[in-house]
Nanobody, 124 residues
Framework: QVQLVESGGGLVQPGGSLKLSCAAS????????IGWFRQAPGKEREGVAS????????YYAASVKGRFTISRGNAENTVYLQMSNLKPEDTAVYYC?????????????????WGKGTLVTVSP
C-alpha cells in the first residue's frame, strides 16, 4: 500500500524558514515525479514545485521561485521542500503527491498518490 506522509509544518514568522518532508512507504520515490501542492482556506489546491522523474530537473510556480527548493533524499526515500523568506500568503496546508508514468506533477490531475498534508502558518 502506497503512503505519503508529510511533516515539518508549523508556525513561523514572516521572513522565516521551514523544511517540509514527504516520506514514502510501499513506493520508491526514485525515478517518479513528485510534486508539492498547497491549499489555502477558500482557495483551490495549487502546485508550487515539482521534481522530474527522469533527471530530477525542477519546476517552481512563479509565486515561490527563488524562495522554495525541492530536492530528493534518495537514501531516505523522502522528498523535501525547503521554504525560505516565508510570507503570510504562503499560509496553507501543504501536500506532496506522486505520479506513475509521468514526468512532472504540477497540476492536481497529474497525481496518482497524495499525502494528507501538513499545515504551514506564516504570521507575526
Amino acid at each position: 500500500q502506497v503512503q505519503l506522509v508529510e511533516s515539518g509544518g508549523g508556525l513561523v514568522q514572516p521572513g522565516g524558514s521551514l523544511k517540509l518532508s514527504c516520506a514514502a512507504s510501499g513506493f520508491t520515490l526514485d525515478y517518479h515525479a513528485i510534486g508539492w501542492f498547497r491549499q489555502a482556506p477558500g482557495k483551490e489546491r495549487e502546485g508550487v514545485a515539482s521534481i522530474a522523474a527522469s533527471d530530477s530537473n525542477t519546476y517552481y510556480a512563479a509565486s515561490v521561485k527563488g524562495r522554495f527548493t525541492i530536492s530528493r533524499g534518495n537514501a531516505e526515500n523522502t522528498v523535501y521542500l525547503q521554504m525560505s523568506n516565508l510570507k503570510p500568503e504562503d499560509t496553507a496546508v501543504y501536500y506532496c503527491a506522486a505520479a506513475e508514468d509521468r514526468e512532472w506533477v504540477i497540476v492536481t490531475s497529474s497525481a496518482d498518490y497524495w499525502g494528507k498534508g501538513t499545515l504551514v502558518t506564516v504570521s507575526p
